[in-house]
């Protein structure tokens, strides 16, 4: 397992590291320990939006449609959640990075830094920024399964472009 903030070692097992079996497609998805913590989260959020129904129907509790809507809400964004959560996939295909609807031509990267940034005010992550010829600059949340074949992948195809940011 890599340790989030130590930048250095992923760089000296990024150098270590061979591709053994060449493929056209890539396909990344969300790593484990991601999707398991997402997922309790959206669990206790799912157990706290049903147990007014629950108290509702066992008659401990008069009907009301404000705690009905509200649980309705936070079903539907459980629902919402867990569907964005396991359908994430990032796809390296024909020299092209794919995430959803967005294409980015490894050969138009100018700039590709690894680099360790706040996702919220007490959080942080392992982040690729990437720069395109267009100016573009597209951060990228390593939280996917795979994390060295990928930066691999972009390394052997833009060389010295790929810098990593203490």
Do not use: C, H
């Amino acid at each position: 397992m890599l340790d989030l903030y130590d930048l250095e070692g992923l760089k000296k097992k990024l150098e270590k590291y061979e591709i053994e079996d060449k493929k056209e497609i890539y396909v990344f998805r969300g790593s484990r320990k991601y999707v398991v913590l997402s997922s309790i989260f959206f669990i206790v959020i799912a157990v706290i939006a049903l147990y007014p129904f629950y108290k509702m129907v066992s008659g401990a509790e008069k009907l009301s449609i404000v705690k009905v809507v509200l649980s309705m809400l936070l079903i539907i964004y459980v629902v919402y959640a867990f569907n964005q959560l396991f359908k994430y996939k990032l796809i390296i295909k024909n020299n092209k990075i794919i995430i959803k609807n967005l294409e980015i031509n490894i050969n138009d990267i100018v700039k590709a830094v690894v680099k360790i940034d706040k996702v919220t005010s007490s959080r942080y992550d392992r982040y690729l920024e990437i720069t395109t010829i267009e100016n573009r600059k597209i951060r990228l949340r390593l939280n996917i399964d795979g994390v060295l074949l990928f930066l691999k992948i972009i390394q052997d195809s833009i060389g010295s472009k790929l810098i990593f940011f203490n």
